[in-house]
Every structure is written in C-alpha cells, then in structure tokens.
C-alpha cells in the first residue's frame, strides 16, 4: 500500500506501493454510476486507493489533439558542486541564478516544508519546482520531466538498481522530533541522505523501475519540519491541490499528451468530498449517502460525456500522492487518459493532520 493509516505507530508502510484497484461501469447508450467501494481493514488499518472511470460511449469522446508547440528542452550539463541538478539548478544557487535561466515562476504555493514551492515551465514544458530559504538560495528541488542530471551520470530512465549501485543503500528509517520512523522498501521510491541533502528517488513500475522523478531537500529544510504531518492551514491546502494539478499535467506533457484546464466548479465537488471523507472518518468513492462520484457531479449541475475520480489518502505531500497514484495501473489511466480536458482537485486534512485527495477529470 501506499499509505497506512498511523495511530501511534512508527512504521512508515504508506511510503510503499499503491494496491491497484480500478472499476469502469459502461452500459449502451446511457451513462451509468459506476464505483467500487475500497476495502477498509480497521485491524491493520491499511487503507487501499481506488479509482473510478465512467465513461459514455455513444457520445462524443474523441483523443484532445495537443496543440501546444513544442518547446526546446534546456542544454542540460554535469553539476560541478552539488550530486545531483535539475535543469541545471543546484541546492544552493541564487534565485536570481535559477529566474536568469528559466524566467519567473509561473505558480508559487505553500507546501509541507512550510516555504513556496515555485513551478517554472512553459506550458508545463520543462517543469520543475524549487523552494528558497530566507537568503534566497534554493534549499528543494523536484522534478518529474527529463531535466535531471548528475556527477555519477544518473538521469531520468536510470535503473534503480544503477541509482542503488551509485548511491548505497537507501534510507530505511526517518526521525522526525523524538519518533524514528521505520520505511519499507517497497520500491516505489529510495530515500538518501548525501551531500547535505536528502534525496528522494521515486520509480515508475510501468516503466522497469527506472527513475520518473526526483526530490532533492537540504538537510536544513528537511530537519526542520519535526512533524511527519504539517499542520493543516488554508494555505497547505491550496498549495497541495496547484501541486497535484501542476504535477499532472507535467506527467501528462511528458507522455506527449493535452493538458487539461483547471475546473472550478469540479475543483469544489472534490473538496467537499474531501472534507466529507475527512470529516467522517471514511474513504471511498460512494459517500455515506450513498452517491457516486457521478451523483455528486450530477448534483452540482456539471455535465460531462467522460468523468473519473481517483483518491488518496493520507500521504504527507502532493508529490507522493502524485506519484503513488502513477505507480497504481488504474489510477495512472486516469491520469494519462487522452480523452479528459478538465480537472479538479479537492484536499481536506482529517484529525491527525492527515490529507485527503480527490481529483475529479472530465470532459464535456
């Protein structure tokens, strides 16, 4: 799984893989609610990620042609200070170094270190995010395009059975105030602590495990957030459902497909789901009314020809719930489903700081 719910426990075997459980509900010429309940074991209180796709196939759901013009991919070289760079950018370097080389940032949003993280792109060509200290400097660094390079010749696609070769054995505990918190080695993702960084490299399933992204925090940054869980705020909030739409259209751009359009009006039915779920204690796509994800569209008045949904579930950062959900085939779908134009996203945090996420994709 890719996320246990923690009571007072020190294993961290939500870092490991999503279980990968899809249901589509099609019937000839009419849309039906289409959803599966996710499987709750209140004994080891895991908790599954489920999806749902509802499609309609007597209308029209014709591929979105991206229309986007290609841009020119960035001359990348070999860091000569730090291990690792992104799009030539390097833990320590001026904001006005990374602003000279890819202009301003085109979304700055709160997240789980308590700083910015800025998304710089053109038109989520290129895409990366850093965050600054108070001088500054970049102190985080993220990646999910191929824009990544390093003094040991890592890149996106690497193996990671080279990124172990080179780098050791990954991390198998995180402390965080006076809690040790034991990591499962699932591989989905290695964590390193290298060259004053932590270094978090995540691995796409559906691609050999090789390299699909990289997190590179400083010492500093990481070690000051004494909390597994940031505290709740309306501004974690929004900045972890930018991020999560930020991240899946750069996934998507990366696979060579349309972006989708952000939908306000879909962007509150999530949330509201969301706090439903957080609020009452429960997490599934039919809500304790009974309702699909479809009645709750319906409801609000927001017709559709192709809808989806897929949740997630107490993951402490958007890019971990992002790149679960890409690791899980049914989720992944969803994500990479050329026929969706539009998306929303919802997060609420339950009582244990921990986040809710509902995405909402569909096209009219």
Known sequence: MWEEYIPDSVNLSFISDVTDQASAAVEDGTIQHAWESLLQSLTDFIIDINDVIQDAPDLSTETIEN????????????????????????????????????????????????????????????????????????????????????????????????????????????????????????????????????????????????????????????????????????????????????????????????????????????RKHSVDMAENRFFSHTNQAGESPFDRMNADGISYTVAGENLAYGQYSAIFAHEGLMNSLGHRENILKPEYGHLGVGVDFNEEDQPFFTEKFFNR
Not at 144 to 166: C, F, K, P, Y
Not at 185 to 195: A, R
């Open 67 to 270: 229309e986007t013009a290609a841009v020119e991919r960035p001359e990348l070289s070999v860091p000569t200070e730090k291990l690792f760079a992104v799009h030539n950018i390097e833990l320590g370097q001026s904001k006005a170094d990374v602003e000279a080389s890819a202009g301003q940032a085109t979304r700055s949003s709160f997240n789980e270190f308590g700083v910015e993280w800025h998304a710089y792109h053109e038109q989520y060509q290129n895409f990366f995010m850093t965050s600054y200290n108070e001088e500054d400097k970049v102190n985080g660094l993220f990646t999910n395009q191929d824009l990544i390079t390093s003094s040991l010749s890592l890149q996106m696609g690497s193996t990671r059975d080279e990124v172990r070769a080179e780098l050791g054995d990954p991390l198998t505990s995180l402390r965080k105030g006076m809690v040790r918190y034991e990591l499962q080695d699932e591989g989905e993702y290695d964590l390193f602590s290298f060259d004053g960084a932590y270094i978090t490299v995540f691995y796409d399933h559906h691609e050999e495990n090789t390299v699909t992204a990289l997190q590179v925090i400083s010492e500093d940054l990481e070690d000051n957030r004494d909390k597994l869980y940031a505290a709740p705020s309306a501004e974690l909030e929004e900045g972890f459902k930018l991020q999560l739409f930020d991240l899946t259209n750069a996934a998507r751009v990366a696979h060579g497909l349309n972006t989708l359009e952000w939908n306000e009006a879909v962007s509150e039915t999530a």
